[in-house]
């Protein structure tokens, strides 16, 4: 079965720039998705697509697919983006999930 | 603006059946090219995707779930509504239920809905 790698856990100064990773064999084949959920709350979709934000989502909010990796980065990271990420594709059978980052501010 | 309800017991006893329905809002869950999908998290774990359906009832299954799963949709009550059977402790959740654009992205949860498997 497919799997995605992430980082258990990724630290970011505050205002400085995050990145989150999400491994998968070839999955630039594939597209990327990207979801924000903060302590007690459901996921909210924050990249689509590999690189696509829905509406009402910042700017600083980024994607990226290429080779192996998916990667979500984070500009001018703020407090308030500290929350758990999880990366998700279809990978041709079966809906796939990374196992979670979590970020924090510092 | 489309809202997602869960409901649904919080607590069942193994080897047991878990209901769950999602009951759509604010919007039509009728044909739109949308799907309507279950998804859990275990206590301090990553999400898991379970199974999703259409407006039209074409179902697609996490084959992790696949022999006792059951998902069904009822557009005259605008909801859509999820069966797991011989539940056990692993199967200890939040239950969410979402608007997936099959079978890609899930653009709109529900807020989730603990369940608890013990005797």
């Known amino acids: 079965s497919y799997e995605l790698t992430q980082p258990l856990s990724v630290s970011v100064t505050l205002g400085q720039t995050a990145r989150i990773t999400c491994g998968g064999d070839n999955i630039e084949k594939t597209n990327a998705h990207w979801y924000q959920q903060k302590a007690g709350q459901a996921p909210v979709l924050v990249i689509y697509r590999d690189d696509n934000r829905p509406s009402g989502i910042p700017e600083r909010f980024a994607g990226s697919n290429s080779g192996n990796t998916a990667t979500l980065t984070i500009s001018g990271a703020q407090a308030g983006d500290e929350a758990d990420y999880f990366c998700?594709?279809?990978?041709?059978?079966?809906?796939?999930f990374g196992g979670g980052t979590k970020l924090t501010v510092l | 603006q489309l809202l997602l309800q869960e409901s649904g017991p919080g607590l069942v006893k193994p080897s047991e059946t878990l209901s769950l329905t999602c009951n759509v809002s604010g919007g039509s869950i009728g044909p739109s090219g949308y799907y309507w999908g279950w998804l859990r998290q275990p206590p301090g774990k990553g999400l898991e995707w379970i199974a999703s359906?259409?407006?039209?009832?074409?179902?697609h299954y996490n084959p992790a779930f696949k022999s006792r799963v059951a998902i069904s949709v009822d557009t005259s009550k605008s909801h859509f509504a999820l069966k797991l059977s011989s539940v056990a402790a692993a199967d200890t959740a939040v239950y969410f239920c979402?608007?997936?654009?099959?079978?890609?992205?899930?653009?709109?949860w529900g807020q989730g809905t603990q369940v608890i498997v013990a005797s």
């Open positions: 979402a608007r997936q654009l099959w079978p890609e992205k899930f653009d709109l």
């Open positions: 359906i259409s407006s039209t009832a074409n179902s």
């Open positions: 998700q594709v279809w990978d041709g059978s079966t809906v796939v």
